[in-house]
């Protein structure tokens, strides 16, 4: 149980955000946008994680699930859920290479590039809503910063 006054923020009444500051807000920052990302994507038609697919497929159709997985640093387990629910909802079509049989290609339907606005218009509105307390300068820093720490995350 957590002791203190009532009124307290539950921030200051976790213990790990004393002890790990960084790693709290991160924790925290990503569980908001996720929240609200999800909420925004559902009104749209999805579940939250393909719109990245979507997008990557967007930039260059037709690509591999193994492609896939690498360019969007996601494990094959994910990429297939997630390949396999759009196809269900007529998005994207699943194919067979004709070099190697044992690779999948993942192209967009009609329908899926004529899904790009709906999924744009969404993160628009979830980018809106993230940096309405951000000025162009603090954006900046905040995507530097970002940047930094992934890097060092995956090394």
Not at 14 to 41: C, D, M, T
Not at 72 to 81: E, G
Not at 129 to 154: C, G, P, R, W, Y
Request: aromatic share 6%.
């Amino acid at each position: 149980m957590v002791k203190g006054n009532k009124n307290e923020p539950i921030e200051h009444k976790i213990r790990a955000v004393k002890e790990f500051p960084v790693s709290f807000s991160i924790f925290g920052i990503a569980r908001s946008h996720h929240r609200i990302g999800a909420q925004l994507l559902r009104e749209a038609g999805l579940y939250p994680g393909q719109e990245i697919v979507l997008m990557q497929l967007w930039h260059r159709d037709s690509q591999s699930q193994n492609s896939l997985s690498r360019s969007l640093r996601l494990d094959h387990s994910t990429i297939a859920k997630s390949v396999r629910r759009l196809e269900e909802a007529g998005l994207v079509t699943c194919s067979r290479s004709e070099e190697d049989k044992r690779v999948t290609i993942v192209s967009l339907t009609q329908a899926g590039r004529e899904f790009e606005p709906k999924v744009i218009e969404a993160w628009s509105k979830l980018e809106e809503i993230t940096t309405q307390v951000l000025n162009d300068e603090e954006k900046m820093l905040f995507t530097a910063l970002a940047h930094k720490i992934a890097a060092s995350l995956e090394a």
